[in-house]
């Protein structure tokens, strides 16, 4: 087909080009915020960590309704606070703009998920802890 349209068709015209050289920051700006981490190895081990938390989210729940403990109460606790604290931690990145802004709200964000960690530890020691919690509620 290029040979029966010929070649000038094909291009692109030159008043087009400028402008879509103007607007690639723009395009290229809705791609993956940058994350803080130093290279892209770090960026792809904390990657696979937040996966690995998922996927252990979707072992201990069943566990925690099977065999309930200590061992399980404790393990929900961490894993519920690390899945919160990086779910929470892309809003931020998303959503908080501005270099102030974005470092108070990462500061609140570790104080509200080391509260939530000490807190579910507390209620696992002091109380009946997350999984006898939950099956209470689910007896009412």
């Known amino acids: 087909p290029a040979a029966l349209l010929g070649t000038a068709l094909l ?5 087009l080009g400028a402008a ?15 994350q803080g981490h130093g290279s892209s190895k770090a960026a792809s081990l904390h990657w696979t960590g937040e996966r690995a938390v998922s996927v252990l989210l979707l072992g201990l729940l069943p566990a925690a309704y099977l065999c ?17 604290h990086w779910g929470l931690g892309q809003v931020i990145t998303d959503y908080v703009h501005g270099d102030v802004p974005n470092k108070v ?3 609140g964000l570790y104080i509200l998920s080391g ?22 509620l689910w007896s009412l």
Request: aromatic share 6%.
């Open 20 to 34: 879509a050289a103007r607007c690639a920051p723009a395009r290229d700006s809705h791609g993956p915020p940058p």
């Open 115 to 136: 509260l939530t960690f000490a807190g579910l530890c507390r209620f696992n020691y002091q109380d009946v802890g997350i999984c006898k919690a939950v099956a209470m």
């Open 11 to 15: 291009r692109r015209p030159a008043a």
């Open 68 to 84: 309930p403990g200590p061992a399980v109460d404790y393990s929900l606790a961490a894993a519920l606070t690390l899945h919160g």
């Open 105 to 107: 709200a990462n500061v």
